[in-house]
């Protein structure tokens, strides 16, 4: 593992607690969030798929549910995410999601058999988890064989802006951005993890702020602050803080800053077994004959 590899490393501990604490005002603040819900359920509909075991994997305060429940009619949705308050709230939440289970666990650890899962749903999962490899492992281990795996994440020109003002201001990033992968590392690690056949998409989303107050009040209330190990031991000083500030603002040159999002949507298959160890699995009925 590289110097760079740990800087990009999160504190699982931190992400749980950031999302405690974001908890209940999640509703207000998941603007990202819920686009990218749309977007993946709308690229569900075509798909045509009997499912009893559906998990929404970081399933947060559970909005994904009652879409699912429409979608996968009889289906059991269960919904997976590694904060406890967030999960709280989803039952608080009346209806249809006091009568669904909701388990606390980490989604690279699912506390569910070996091919029982006919959906998994995961999205924005994947910018929390360090090595996507990890979840894809155990996203292949619990689906059944052609089960499906549906998932967003964020690109790497997610947040430019951000990290070029830390950048201007500190003369580095200084481990204050998350970093994103390319689409193309995340289908080659799905592969390698036993899924199969996985598609992928880019869409753009710009969302502008009047200030870099309001950016990040709206960072902090999606849970979404700096998680990261690699992140500077001291507290962030008033100085290099008001320098970034200003970096940013000034870059947009007295217009509304401007926050780019790369957003990736992907689906593959499950092949039935999950690979180990970096070893990739064919199915030997699937290899063609050569005439």
Known sequence: MTAEDRTAQLRRADVRRRFDRAAAGFENADFVHRTMREGLLARLEPMQLDARIVVDAGAGIGAAGDALARRFRGARVIAVD?????LRRLRLGGGWFSAR??????????????GTVDVIFANLLLP???????????????????????????????????RRAWQRANGDEGGHVHRFLDMHVIGDAAVRSGLRDPVLDVDRLTVTYASAADLFRDLSAAGARNCLAGRRAALTGRRRFEAMRS?????????????????????????????????????ATRIPRRR
């Open 82 to 86: 590694l904060s406890l308050a967030m």
């Open 128 to 162: 929390w988890i360090d090595d996507p490899e990890q979840f894809f492992r155990e996203a292949a281990r619990v689906l059944r064989k052609e089960g499906l795996l549906v998932f967003s994440t964020l690109g790497p020109d997610s947040l430019l802006a951000l």
């Open 247 to 283: 970096a940013l603002e000034a870059s947009a040159c007295a217009a509304p800053i401007a926050v780019g999002l790369e957003l990736v949507f992907g689906h593959c298959w499950g092949s039935g077994s999950a690979a180990a160890g970096g070893e990739i699995r064919v199915d």
């Open 101 to 114: 289970p909701a388990v606390q666990a980490d989604a690279c650890r699912l506390p569910l058999a070996d």
